[in-house]
């Protein structure tokens, strides 16, 4: 028998969360944090595709050959462990120098509806980019 062995990366944001394993469309189960789950499969041509509430993953085509051991890496939205802090420090940053001097509001209102659309698009329209499969 072939093995699928899927490593879900440890991470902060979706810490408490299960992410739900789907195989050709089959739930085969769910993942938690830092776990490693270990699936036999029959040689073949498969999809496999993570889910946690309404954001996923796109469809990850891989083929399995007699006895081989296909490795694969889940990960969350892979920006946010250095860019949201950042974008936020940069925020709080902008908004304390406002009160030492003046910054032009435009400038304000538009850096933070970047930061706003940066926070919500994944959980919006690029939900089902929200988690990656890497082999």
């Known amino acids: 028998m072939s093995k ?13 969360r299960k992410i739900g394993l789907y195989l050709n469309d ?14 036999e499969l029959k ?3 498969y999809n496999l595709k993570a889910k946690i509430d309404w954001c996923g993953s796109q469809k990850h085509n891989f083929i399995i ?13 892979p920006k946010n462990k250095r860019t949201l802090p950042i974008l936020l420090l940069i925020q709080l940053t902008i908004l304390g120098l406002s009160y030492v001097i003046e ?9 933070s509806f ?7 698009y994944p959980i919006t ?11």
Request: a positive charge.
């Open 4 to 16: 699928l062995i899927i490593n879900r990366r440890s991470e902060f944001i979706n810490r408490a």
């Open 26 to 39: 089959e739930k085969i189960g769910t993942i938690k944090n830092g776990e490693i789950k270990e699936f």
């Open 43 to 45: 040689p073949g041509e």
């Open 65 to 77: 050959k007699e006895n081989k051991l296909k490795k694969i890496e889940l990960t969350g939205f």
């Open 103 to 111: 910054i032009n509001q435009y400038i304000m209102m538009i850096f």
């Open 114 to 120: 970047g930061l706003l659309i940066y926070i919500f």
């Open 125 to 135: 329209f690029g939900r089902n980019n929200y988690l990656k499969l890497y082999e």
